[in-house]
């Protein structure tokens, strides 16, 4: 069975098939999973648990904030979204199928945005538009459009060239020899296959771009994010901005869920035992040239023209040695917190693989707190941290109390970067393995250990990265919940930047950009080698 | 390859928590003097007060900086737990609502008393101010006469009509700005002021108050309304174009001939829950001594809280102003009604 997309026995399954998946089995696995689930959406529940609460009555201003913000993120997350995606598809697939001069080069040049934090974006490209004048000023909601687009494109490019890289070469030969032309074989056999991995990375890109608060603020555009920050720090009621961080929750549970349900409803397993060499279509002359063209303006706009308007601001005011303690710190707390969230990120996704109705969906609820600022959810976990002390079980917030909530304040936030990727990865995985490997007397972890983690390692790789980065530019949820004296690049970046000093901003930021950098590069060079037959 | 990513995962966390520990160990160990402050400001300038404060008393102050509504929330999750001992922001507004959720002690001595002159601090001793700016019209040279700009009225007079960029009314300074005039002329006329303003704009709000005077200085408008020092910075930076683009400019200090120049204070209150209250209270006491005041006025482009501290010479240069008076916690008491005027009349 080479592919059974779309065919009937997929779509209705027979008594036999269902028997090969049954309800969630009481295994270690499924215990962690559940644990997982647990910490990943405990914050994000008790912000909607807070916003629910009777006492709190939401004051007029809150349903015109609520009103408006909506508007602005339906529109920013439909322009920026559908640019990531297209942008991030077409990429991915020119660098994996396609044949063109500098190919090696921008598979992982590619990656570089991701670096980026949005507001980094949006600070360097009004400075740079300034300096020249404002005859092409980057500003407003199309501003927005485009630094999203140019900056969250790598989520999708990722997820995408995952699935592109393992994918099957007999497919594509199979609809080759069947008459196929090039273009059908792109359209009708190797986008199709891809689809998760394509809609798990745009879930993504939404799911930041709504959550976005620095980008959207400075661009003085009215989002959900932007409501949530107003009435907590303009009005100072809390109470209100926690009732539209809800909204904002249950819309991203909304959308997590129907993605799911859509790309539910056909089974994507494929793949055989034997690989070979993708065949690479060989672009002409001029279409080499256009994908080279188009990857390097990708690259231009969403990393190299900022990075040297930073490195140009660093230059005029350097203080590395400052910054040496923080850089440090940095890389330890991404280096952990990625570890930690991805550990919990994989069970949540092998067991939402194996379970069915109501336990998958409420696996999927773990990974709404990507759709909200991190400082919401910091808010969520401080809350249960008030309960917690309360009740008398913990003290104050001592130094390694702290860190141990800002990990947890991680996982909380960006479990979904993880289960994303992952689940998209394991999508492939054909039911039979797993069921064969049970023939064989292989228990949940050996199973989990042995066939899911190798299926999906090219996507455990880029959930790892994606994790790393999005932890080292994470800035709202470290502020708050960090120990004393303890600073990263972010906070320094971030200290400077809202005290308006972009030129001391500037090596921070830059800092956190090279940080980014050696994973990324590692990383997507385990991508294109992680391929099986191909090392 | 479980094996692998278990020893991996624990080396990860050992190394965190031993990270945690040393932490821990700098700061509560049995010897150990500190006092810890919460605080959302970031400058340079306050890490030198710190070492000051250290090199003075032998006592070690630990930062934990962020915004001051998220620190506001840290601290009322931490409750009678809390490890803060201090809070210092910028923006009596700020101040005020921390004092209102109950989480400051009232605290009043000789040294703060005689520090701090009575418009810069909370009546009940709640907070104390420890350096003061001034919210100032900062507008283009080739375009402006000052005397067309000398009060906050005239940025809402219809001659301005699309000439005048403003920031964000989420900015606290905003709001202290408006919740002033709420207390001196009452809502409505400051309703009609920011509706005047309002319908001068040229574009949305966008932008931090440096992005203001930037758009006035490339001709993008004619005027704003920022906080001194910003343009001060701007004066000095180290980037040649920002340069250029504080040459362009001037500033005035309105309402010289009314109620004064509306001021503000960045300031500090003990935590009611502090666990070192003494250790607060000298460290509070030491921000409005002279020696920090001297350490803070050459460093930091802020007003001295004294008029006898000489300020950095920059600020000497635009010489005396005359400053607005009125009770800094009505800054605080206004700034609901401030937040609700701003959305009626549209300045997001």
């Known amino acids: ?535 | 390859m479980l094996n692998r990513r278990s020893f991996t995962l624990l080396g990860a966390s050992a190394a965190l928590a031993a990270c945690g520990q040393n932490n821990a160990k700098d700061g509560t160990g049995a010897d150990a003097d500190y006092v810890n402050v919460y605080t959302a400001r970031h400058y340079d300038a306050d890490r030198q007060l710190y070492a000051a404060f250290e090199e003075a008393t032998g006592v070690r102050v630990r930062a934990l900086t962020g915004s001051a509504e998220q620190l506001l929330e840290r601290i009322r999750a931490e409750g009678d737990a809390t490890e803060a001992d201090l809070f210092i922001s910028a923006d009596a507004g700020n101040l005020w609502r921390v004092k209102d959720a109950g989480l400051f002690q009232n605290v009043t001595t000789p040294a703060l008393e005689q520090g701090v002159p009575a418009h810069l601090r909370d009546p009940d001793g709640a907070f104390w101010g420890f350096t003061k700016r001034a919210r100032v019209i900062v507008y283009r040279k080739d375009a402006v006469q000052p005397a067309q700009l000398a009060s906050y009225d005239d940025l809402a007079n219809p001659r301005f009509r699309n000439q005048i960029v403003m920031r964000s009314s989420t900015n606290t300074y905003q709001l202290s700005t408006l919740a002033s005039r709420i207390e001196r002329l009452g809502a409505e006329n400051a309703r009609q002021w920011a509706a005047g303003v309002r319908a001068n704009f040229v574009r949305d709000p966008q932008g931090s108050d440096t992005d203001q005077i930037k758009a006035v200085a490339a001709g993008e408008a004619q005027a704003t309304l920022v906080n001194h020092y910003y343009l001060v910075r701007l004066m000095k930076s180290e980037d040649p174009a920002e340069r250029e683009a504080a040459n362009r400019v001037s500033l005035v200090f309105p309402d010289q001939a009314g109620a004064g120049t509306h001021i503000n204070i960045s300031g500090g209150g003990v935590i009611a829950n502090a666990k070192r209250r003494d250790r607060a209270v000298q460290f509070l006491e030491f921000l409005v001594s002279d020696a920090a005041q001297n350490v803070i006025a050459p460093l930091n482009t802020e007003f001295p809280i004294r008029p006898t501290i000489t300020p950095a010479p920059e600020l000497a240069a635009l010489g005396a102003f005359k400053e607005e008076n009125i009770p800094l916690d009505a800054l605080g008491r206004h700034q609901a009604e401030a937040a609700r005027i701003f959305e009626e009349v549209g300045w997001r």
């Open chain 1, 1 to 535: 069975m080479a592919l059974d997309y779309g065919s009937p026995a997929s779509r209705r399954p027979t008594p036999a098939q269902a028997g090969e998946t049954p309800a969630v089995p009481v295994d270690g696995v499924a215990i962690a999973a559940t644990l997982a689930t647990l910490i990943c959406a405990a914050p994000a529940v008790a912000v909607i648990a807070l916003a629910l609460a009777p006492d709190r009555a939401g004051a007029a201003f809150g349903s015109n904030l609520l009103g408006d913000g909506a508007v602005g993120t339906f529109a920013l997350v439909m322009l920026g979204g559908v640019g990531a995606v297209l942008f991030g598809a077409a990429a991915a697939w020119l660098v994996s199928l396609a044949q063109f001069p500098g190919r090696g080069l921008f598979e992982w040049l590619l990656v570089l945005p991701l670096a980026a934090p949005s507001y980094v974006l949006a600070y360097a490209y009004t400075g740079m538009t300034w300096a020249n004048g404002s005859a092409l000023e980057v500003r407003g909601l199309w501003g927005a459009a485009f630094i999203y687009a140019a900056g969250l494109y790598p989520y999708v490019y990722l997820a995408a060239r995952a699935a592109f890289v393992s994918q099957s070469a007999c497919a594509l030969e199979a609809a080759r020899t069947l008459g196929a032309k090039p273009r059908d074989v792109v359209w009708r056999v190797a986008l199709p296959l891809a689809r998760p991995g394509i809609a798990a990375g745009g879930a993504l890109a939404c799911m930041e771009i709504a959550a976005d608060y620095g980008a959207a603020q400075h661009f003085g555009l009215t989002t959900l994010s932007t409501a949530v920050f107003r009435a907590w720090y303009a009005h100072g009621a809390p109470h209100v901005a926690l009732q539209i961080s809800a909204v904002l929750l249950l819309a991203a549970l909304v959308f997590l869920v129907v993605e799911r349900w859509a790309r539910g409803r056909a089974s994507y397993a494929g793949g055989s035992t034997r690989w070979r060499m993708l065949p690479r279509y060989e672009l002409g002359p001029l279409g080499g040239g256009l994908a080279a063209v188009f990857c390097a303006a990708l690259v231009l706009f969403g990393a190299a023209l900022p990075l040297l308007w930073l490195g140009r601001l660093a230059v005029l005011h350097p203080h590395f040695v400052e910054v040496a303690e923080p850089f440090a710190n940095s890389l330890l707390l991404s280096a952990g917190g990625a570890m930690g969230t991805l550990s919990l990120a994989c069970a949540i996704a092998v067991a939402a693989r194996r379970a069915t109705g109501i336990g998958k969906a409420s696996l999927y609820a773990a990974a709404m707190g990507y759709a909200a600022p991190g400082a919401v959810i910091a808010m969520g976990a401080l809350a249960l941290f008030g309960l917690a002390r309360e009740a008398g079980w913990i003290g104050g917030l001592s130094s390694s109390l702290a860190l141990a909530a800002l990990l947890w304040g991680y996982a909380a936030r960006f479990s979904a970067a993880g289960v994303g990727p992952i689940d998209a990865g394991l999508t492939r995985l054909s039911k039979g393995l797993d069921a064969s490997a049970r023939t064989l007397g292989a228990g949940p972890w050996r199973r989990f250990a042995e066939v899911d983690v190798p299926i999906a390692a090219p996507a455990l790789a880029a959930a790892a990265l994606i994790l790393f980065v999005e932890i080292l530019k994470e800035l709202p949820a470290t502020l708050i919940l960090r120990p004393f004296d303890f600073d990263t690049l972010a906070v320094r970046a971030h200290a400077y930047a809202s005290d308006e000093r972009l030129l001391e901003a500037a090596t921070p930021s830059l800092l956190i950009f090279l940080a980014g950098l050696l994973p990324i590069i590692l990383l997507t060079r385990g991508l294109a080698r992680s391929r099986a037959g191909q090392r």
